[in-house]
C-alpha cells in the first residue's frame, strides 16, 4: 500500500466529523477498532483500504471524543487546577491551558478562555497559575449562513471558558516567546504600521486596527496579514537557500542534499513557535515537513499526491482540523491552483519572454478569483473584484519585500546592532505605507452574494472540465441539463402564499424577521456593545444571504438588546420606516388601536395605550400579525403589569397561534392570564444560555408547557422558523434539525449553569 493511498484513505475516513450528527458510543467504537483490525489482516487490498479507513475513522472519533471530555466532566462544580497561560491582554482576558485537576495530570491540555477577572500581579504567556476555576462549556449562537463558533472553538481546542475564584502564582517566568514579543513591541512602537509589523511577523493581530482589516478584507488581501503557509514557506525557503549558500563553502565530501532540505523544515518549525504555534502555522510545518520527507525518498511525486500527502498528515495529527474554516480554504486553495496549472495550462511563448513573470502572476490570481469563488461565498457571502489588482502588488510586495525586512528585522533584534535594525524596520515600515497607499486607491471591490448564486460558482469548475473533455460536443444535453439546474434557483418564479416567522439567534436579545415573498420586515433589532452590534455581525449578513431586502422595522421599546442594531441597520438601507412607540422623530406611531396590511398580512397593535406613562418594559410596542387563519403575537418586553392591562378589555383580541414569548422568559411576564388568554400552540424564546438573569425561567416554561404550547427557545434550537401556510405551520430549528452536528450540541449542565 502506497503512502497516495494511505493518505486518500485517512482523508476520507476523517472527513466525516464535519457531518456526523453525533459520535458514537464507546461500544460502537469498540467494533470499529475489532472489524479495522481484521479487515486490514485481509489480503484482499480493497478489504485492507477499509479496514485502515475505519482506523482512520476511529482516530478522529477519539479525537473528538477526547476534546468533549473536559466540557462533561469539569464544568459542574468549581474545580482546582493547574493552569499555563498562552495568551494575554495584560487586563482581565487570559487564555491558558489546563495542565493539572485536583493535582492530576490529564492526558491531554484543555484550552481555557477566562475573562472578567485581573490576576493579582503582571501576567504574561508562559506563567503558571494554581486556580480556583468555575468553567463552563463553549456554547455559540447559530444561525443559518452565521458563524459557528462552537464549530471553531473545537477547531482551535479552545472548548472551555469561565472565571477564577482564587488564583496563585506558581511559576513566574514569562516564556522566551513572550519576552521577546514584548520587547519587540517596545522597539515598534514608534513606528507607523507597527501594529501590522507584528501581525506579519508574530501573528499578533488584536492591535492592528479595524479599518484596516476592512481595507484588506474588501480588497482581498486578507490572507496576507495572517502567519499563513505564505509566511512560513517564504521562511523555509530563505533557510534553505542560506544552507544552500554556505554549502558552497563546503569540501565535496560534506555536501549532502539532503541537508537544505532539512535546515528549511526546522527553521519553519523555530519559525511556527515563535508566532505562538498558531495552527495555520502548525499545519504549515506539518506540509513542509511531509514535502521533505517526500524529497527524500528520492521518488517521482505528482502534485497531487503530495497535497493528499500533506493534508492527510495534517488531519492524522489534528483530526479536529477537519473543523477548521483556514484549513479548508488553504487546501481548497491548493487543489485550485494545481487543477488550474494543470488543466488550463499558461500557453508559453516566446516573444513574451520577458512578460512572463507579470503574466504567471496575473494567470495566477485569475484562477485564484474564478476557482476559489464557491468556498468565498460559502465562507464568507461574497468576494473581492479589486482582488485581482491588488493581489497583483500586494503578494509580491508582502512576500519578497515586507516579509523578508521583517524577519531580518526580528533576526537582528536579537544582536546589539542597533542601527542596523532601526534601517530595517524603517524600511518594513516604508514598504507597507506603500503597500496600504495603493490599497486605500483602490475602489471598494467587494461584492455580497445571496445564496442563490452559490451553485453557479461552481460553473468554472465545470466549464473547464467540459473544455479539456470537448462535452459540448460529445454529450450536448447533458451539459445543456446541468447548465439549466445550476441556474434554478434564479429563474424559479413560483409564489408561495406561506410565510415565515424568524427568530434569529442573537444572545441576549431580540431580532424577529417576518418574511413573504421575498420581503421582510424586523421585530426588533438585537442588541449594541461597545464598539458593534447584532445587525453588523449578524442581521444584515444574513438577511443578505437570504436575499432578503427590509422595509421597515417595529422596534418594540428602547433598550439596547431590542434596539441596538437599528442605526446599522438605517445605514444599510435608508429608506426603512420604523414604527415604535417611542415618538421620535422619523418613527411612525405604534399605538393600541392601530392596524396596517403589508403582503396580505394584518398588523394590530394591542399595547400600548397612546397616552400610556410609563417607559421602558412595560411601553413595549404589542403587535398580533394575522393571515386570516394563522397568527402570531409579539410582546417585546412586556410584563404582568402591563399584561393585565392589555387582557382588561382586549382579551379576546389576543387569541394567537404563537407568541413571542415576554422579556426572554423572565418570571416578571408571561402571567397565567396572558398564557391562557392567548390559546397558542407554539410559545419562542430569545435569550442567551450564559446570562446574568438565568432567563428563562423554569417557572415561566413550566408554565406555557402545562397549557399545552410547545416551547422552543434559541439557546437550546439556535435560530427558530415558523413557516405558515394554509390549514398548517410548520417548526425547523437549526441546530438540532437543520445543522444536527455533534458539535452543535448542549455540552455540560442540562440548564443554564452559568
Known amino acids: 500500500m502506497g503512502i497516495p493511498a494511505m493518505s486518500v484513505c485517512a482523508i476520507l475516513a476523517i472527513t466525516p466529523l464535519l457531518w456526523l450528527p453525533e459520535l458514537p458510543s464507546r461500544y460502537f467504537v469498540w467494533i470499529m477498532i475489532v472489524g479495522g483490525i481484521g479487515l486490514a489482516a485481509q489480503r484482499r487490498v480493497r478489504l485492507k483500504y477499509v479496514g485502515i479507513g475505519l482506523l482512520f475513522c476511529v482516530w478522529g472519533i477519539l479525537a473528538a471524543q477526547e476534546s468533549i471530555w473536559p466540557m462533561q466532566h469539569l464544568t459542574s462544580d468549581a474545580?482546582?487546577?493547574?493552569?499555563?497561560i498562552t495568551a494575554t491582554d495584560g487586563e482581565t482576558m487570559h487564555q491558558g491551558k489546563i495542565l493539572s485537576v485536583d493535582g492530576q495530570r490529564g492526558w491531554t491540555s484543555a484550552g481555557v478562555t477566562l475573562y472578567g477577572n485581573a490576576l493579582p500581579q503582571t501576567v504574561c504567556a508562559g506563567q503558571r497559575w494554581a486556580m480556583t476555576l468555575k468553567l463552563r462549556p463553549v456554547h455559540g449562537e447559530l444561525n443559518d449562513g452565521g458563524y459557528d463558533l462552537q464549530r471553531s472553538a473545537f477547531a482551535q481546542h479552545q472548548t472551555l471558558s469561565g472565571r477564577f475564584t482564587h488564583a496563585e502564582l506558581v511559576d513566574g517566568r514569562c516564556s522566551l516567546r513572550a519576552q521577546y514579543l514584548i520587547s519587540l513591541q517596545n522597539r515598534l512602537s514608534s513606528y507607523h504600521w507597527g501594529a501590522v509589523i507584528l501581525g506579519l511577523g508574530m501573528g499578533e493581530r488584536l492591535n492592528v486596527p479595524q479599518e484596516i482589516k476592512d481595507l484588506m478584507r474588501e480588497t482581498g488581501t486578507l490572507h496576507l496579514m495572517a502567519i499563513s503557509g505564505l509566511h512560513i514557506a517564504m521562511a523555509a525557503s530563505i533557510a534553505w537557500l542560506l544552507a544552500r549558500g554556505f554549502q558552497f563553502l563546503l569540501p565535496c565530501h560534506w555536501v549532502r542534499w539532503q541537508m537544505p532540505l532539512l535546515a528549511g523544515v526546522v527553521f519553519a518549525a523555530f519559525y511556527a513557535w515563535l508566532t505562538g504555534l498558531q495552527p495555520p502555522a502548525l499545519r504549515t510545518v506539518t506540509a513542509i515537513t511531509v514535502l521533505a520527507a517526500l524529497r527524500?525518498?528520492?521518488?517521482?511525486?505528482?502534485?497531487?499526491?503530495?497535497?493528499?500527502?500533506?493534508?492527510?498528515?495534517?488531519?492524522?495529527?489534528?483530526?479536529?482540523?477537519?473543523?477548521?474554516?483556514?484549513?479548508?480554504?488553504?487546501?481548497?486553495?491548493?487543489?485550485?491552483?494545481?487543477?488550474?496549472?494543470?488543466?488550463?495550462?499558461?500557453?508559453?511563448?516566446?516573444?513574451?519572454r520577458w512578460m512572463r513573470p507579470l503574466l504567471n502572476l496575473l494567470y495566477l490570481q485569475i484562477g485564484m478569483l474564478l476557482l476559489l469563488m464557491p468556498l468565498q461565498v460559502l465562507i464568507f457571502h461574497g468576494f473581492s473584484i479589486s482582488s485581482l489588482v491588488a493581489n497583483l502588488f500586494a503578494v509580491p510586495l508582502v512576500t519578497l519585500?515586507?516579509?523578508?525586512?521583517?524577519?531580518?528585522?526580528?533576526?537582528?533584534?536579537?544582536?546589539?546592532?542597533?542601527?542596523?535594525?532601526?534601517?530595517?524596520?524603517?524600511?518594513?515600515?516604508?514598504?507597507?505605507?506603500?503597500?496600504?497607499?495603493?490599497?486605500?486607491?483602490?475602489p471598494d471591490g467587494w461584492q455580497d452574494v445571496d445564496q442563490r448564486w452559490q451553485s453557479l460558482t461552481l460553473l468554472p469548475w465545470l466549464i473547464i472540465v467540459g473544455w479539456r473533455f470537448h462535452a459540448w460536443r460529445s454529450v450536448p444535453a447533458i451539459c445543456l441539463a446541468g447548465s439549466v439546474l445550476l441556474t434554478f434557483p434564479l429563474w424559479r418564479t413560483a409564489k408561495?402564499?406561506?410565510?415565515?416567522?424568524?427568530?434569529l439567534d442573537v444572545g441576549q436579545g431580540l431580532a424577529m424577521v417576518i418574511e413573504r415573498q421575498g420581503k421582510a420586515i424586523l421585530y426588533d433589532t438585537g442588541l449594541a456593545w461597545p464598539g458593534g452590534d447584532s445587525a453588523q455581525r449578524l442581521i444584515i449578513p444574513w438577511l443578505r444571504w437570504h436575499h432578503l431586502r427590509p422595509e421597515g422595522v417595529i422596534l418594540s421599546h428602547e433598550h439596547l438588546d431590542h434596539a441596538g442594531g437599528l442605526v446599522s441597520l438605517q445605514k444599510a438601507w435608508t429608506e426603512l420606516w420604523i414604527r415604535s412607540p417611542l415618538r421620535l422623530a422619523g418613527h411612525h406611531p405604534c399605538f393600541r388601536g392601530q392596524k396596517w396590511v403589508w403582503q396580505k398580512l394584518t398588523f394590530t397593535v394591542h399595547w400600548p395605550p397612546e397616552n400610556y406613562p410609563a417607559q421602558g418594559n412595560n411601553h413595549s410596542c404589542v403587535v398580533k400579525i394575522?393571515?386570516?387563519?394563522?397568527?402570531?403575537?409579539?410582546?417585546?418586553?412586556?410584563?404582568?403589569?402591563?399584561?393585565?392591562?392589555?387582557?382588561?378589555?382586549?382579551?379576546?383580541?389576543?387569541?394567537?397561534?404563537?407568541?413571542?414569548?415576554?422579556?426572554?422568559?423572565?418570571?416578571?411576564?408571561?402571567?397565567?392570564?396572558?398564557?391562557?388568554?392567548?390559546?397558542?400552540?407554539?410559545?419562542?424564546?430569545?435569550?442567551?444560555?450564559?446570562?446574568?438573569?438565568?432567563?428563562?425561567?423554569?417557572?415561566?416554561?413550566?408554565?406555557?408547557?402545562?397549557?399545552?404550547?410547545?416551547?422552543?427557545?434559541?439557546?437550546?434550537?439556535?435560530?427558530?422558523?415558523v413557516t405558515f401556510s394554509q390549514h398548517r405551520w410548520q417548526i425547523?430549528?437549526?441546530?438540532?434539525?437543520?445543522?444536527?452536528?455533534?458539535?452543535?450540541?448542549?455540552?455540560?449542565?442540562?440548564?443554564?449553569?452559568g
Not at 474545580?79 to 499555563?84: F, I
Request: overall charge neutral; some cysteine; glycine content about 4%.
Open 79 to 84: 474545580v482546582r487546577a493547574q493552569v499555563e
Open 296 to 352: 527524500i525518498a528520492a521518488r517521482q511525486w505528482s502534485p497531487w499526491q503530495v497535497w493528499c500527502s500533506c493534508v492527510a498528515a495534517i488531519l492524522i495529527s489534528d483530526p479536529l482540523a477537519v473543523l477548521s474554516q483556514s484549513l479548508l480554504l488553504s487546501a481548497f486553495a491548493v487543489a485550485a491552483l494545481i487543477f488550474w496549472f494543470q488543466w488550463l495550462p499558461l500557453p508559453h511563448g516566446r516573444r513574451v
Open 401 to 442: 519585500v515586507s516579509v523578508p525586512l521583517i524577519l531580518l528585522g526580528m533576526l537582528l533584534h536579537l544582536l546589539p546592532l542597533t542601527a542596523l535594525e532601526s534601517a530595517i524596520w524603517f524600511a518594513a515600515d516604508k514598504s507597507l505605507a506603500v503597500l496600504f497607499w495603493l490599497l486605500m486607491r483602490l
Open 496 to 503: 408561495s402564499e406561506s410565510w415565515t416567522l424568524h427568530m
Open 626 to 721: 394575522d393571515d386570516g387563519e394563522q397568527s402570531v403575537l409579539l410582546t417585546g418586553d412586556i410584563e404582568a403589569q402591563a399584561e393585565q392591562a392589555m387582557l382588561s378589555h382586549y382579551w379576546r383580541n389576543v387569541t394567537s397561534t404563537l407568541i413571542q414569548v415576554p422579556h426572554h422568559g423572565s418570571n416578571t411576564s408571561s402571567s397565567l392570564p396572558l398564557v391562557q388568554r392567548v390559546e397558542g400552540q407554539i410559545a419562542l424564546d430569545s435569550a442567551a444560555r450564559y446570562n446574568a438573569w438565568r432567563f428563562p425561567s423554569a417557572k415561566v416554561v413550566r408554565r406555557y408547557r402545562k397549557e399545552g404550547y410547545i416551547w422552543h427557545d434559541t439557546p437550546h434550537s439556535g435560530q427558530i422558523s
Open 732 to 753: 425547523l430549528r437549526l441546530r438540532d434539525q437543520f445543522l444536527p452536528r455533534w458539535y452543535h450540541q448542549w455540552f455540560g449542565a442540562p440548564v443554564d449553569n
